[in-house]
């Protein structure tokens, strides 16, 4: 059984969470809360398998309750945002302080989960089997990485470095994207299952602690050097070869495994496009996504990096590709950045 504190300052919200979670066989909830303090103390007392979380709240608000209790409490949380770019911004930050997902609700004169039923229960139950480890806040400062001895730098769009993400993505690719220097010789292409808005907000916060530049992909975006593009939401990213550049296409075929982008398509672009130049990366995330892209990347003779269980928030993408046996490397997500580097420069 799983035991859930819900936190809301909306009566109304709280009532329709606790009906939809009473109403699943598997579900317990302990208690509601209506502000982030009024969260700790109960979190503190009650200790819950799982909390879902308002954004905005009065007296505390979500992303502070989430720093208290991911430092003092680790706890899977779910968050539930609007889909404001306010909300996609404290979303975003609120992943990177280790909430585990989240679901966008609509907003209007009473905000409601009218649509995102199965998809917070599916989110609940996967959150609370994650690997919740103690926050760690980052620095105060950025601390920007060091440039490559220029001996190491050759500017040639020959290398692609390639990633693919789910769930516990926003916070892996922080420890992977700032670790990397902003004179990295290659592009990085990145695909995080989200929906759109939250991508543009993920490429800003990324952008701005990071030394590489790191933008949501644009159609006809031209691959460079020291640039990320992430795909935007509810788009697919593949990649074309055209006047000896390498550009980005965008396109909305159907959804693969329910997620438009996906990991897969992006992988096997590259693969076509790159050869044997691909460092195909699989982070942490639910399902299979990125294992079949990734057999198509070891056809062509690239490279494959699948982040260690020890550190994944969900091990079902990694553990899919390495059983697949693509996988050239395992790695906790702390030495990612390191083998990413040491990849492309040799």
Same mark, same amino acid.
């Given at each position: 059984m799983i035991r859930i504190l819900i936190v809301d300052d909306s009566a109304f919200m709280r009532k329709m969470l606790s009906d939809l979670f009473a109403g699943e066989s598997d579900f317990i909830v302990l208690d509601t809360a209506r502000n982030g303090?009024?969260?700790?103390?109960?979190?503190?007392?009650?200790?819950?398998d799982l909390i879902t979380m308002d954004v905005e709240m009065p007296i505390m608000d979500g992303i502070q309750a989430l720093e208290t209790i991911m430092r003092e409490f680790p706890t899977p949380v779910v968050m539930v945002s609007s889909l404001t770019q306010a909300g996609a911004e404290a979303t975003i930050r609120a992943l990177a302080l280790g909430a585990v997902d989240f679901?966008?609700?609509?907003?209007?004169?009473?905000?409601?989960i009218t649509g995102?039923?199965?998809e917070l229960i599916m989110k609940c139950?996967?959150?609370?089997?994650?690997?919740?480890?103690?926050?760690?806040?980052p620095a105060a400062k950025n601390i920007v990485s060091a440039p490559l001895p220029a001996k190491q730098v050759v500017l040639q769009n020959d290398k692609i470095v390639? /990633?693919?993400?789910?769930? &516990?993505?926003?916070? #892996?690719?922080?420890?992977?994207?700032?670790?990397?220097? @902003?004179?990295?010789?290659?592009?990085?292409?990145?695909?995080?299952?989200?929906?759109?808005?939250?991508t543009k907000s993920l490429?800003?916060?990324?952008?701005?602690?990071a030394s590489l530049t790191v933008k949501e992909a644009e159609n006809n975006d031209v691959i460079q050097p020291g640039v990320v593009f992430i795909a935007p939401g509810d788009y697919h990213m593949t990649i074309e070869n055209n006047s000896n550049k390498k550009i980005i296409k965008l396109n909305q075929s159907p959804p693969l495994g329910g997620h438009r982008p996906a990991v897969d398509p992006m992988f096997e672009s590259v693969a076509k496009?790159?050869?044997?130049?691909?460092?195909?990366?699989?982070?942490?995330?639910?399902?299979?996504?990125?294992?079949?892209?990734?057999?198509? /990347?070891?056809?062509?003779? &690239?490279?494959?990096? #699948?982040?260690?269980?020890?550190?994944?928030?969900?091990? @079902?993408?990694?553990?899919?590709?390495?059983?697949?046996?693509?996988?050239d490397k395992v790695a906790p997500i702390n030495t990612i950045a390191a083998e990413i580097i040491k990849s492309v420069t040799k």
């Open positions: 303090q009024d969260a700790i103390d109960k979190v503190k007392r009650l200790k819950p679901v966008a609700k609509v907003s209007g004169p009473i905000s409601n995102i039923s199965a139950r996967a959150a609370v089997r994650a690997n919740v480890t103690r926050l760690v806040l390639a /990633i693919g993400t789910s769930t &516990g993505g926003p916070r #892996a690719l922080q420890e992977i994207i700032t670790k990397l220097p @902003g004179n990295l010789p290659c592009g990085v292409l990145i695909v995080q299952h989200m929906p759109p808005g939250f490429a800003d916060r990324l952008n701005s602690i496009v790159y050869g044997d130049k691909v460092v195909g990366v699989i982070l942490t995330g639910m399902g299979h996504d990125g294992s079949k892209g990734m057999q198509v /990347i070891k056809q062509h003779r &690239g490279y494959n990096i #699948a982040e260690d269980q020890s550190t994944a928030v969900v091990f @079902g993408m990694p553990k899919s590709a390495i059983e697949m046996g693509v996988i």
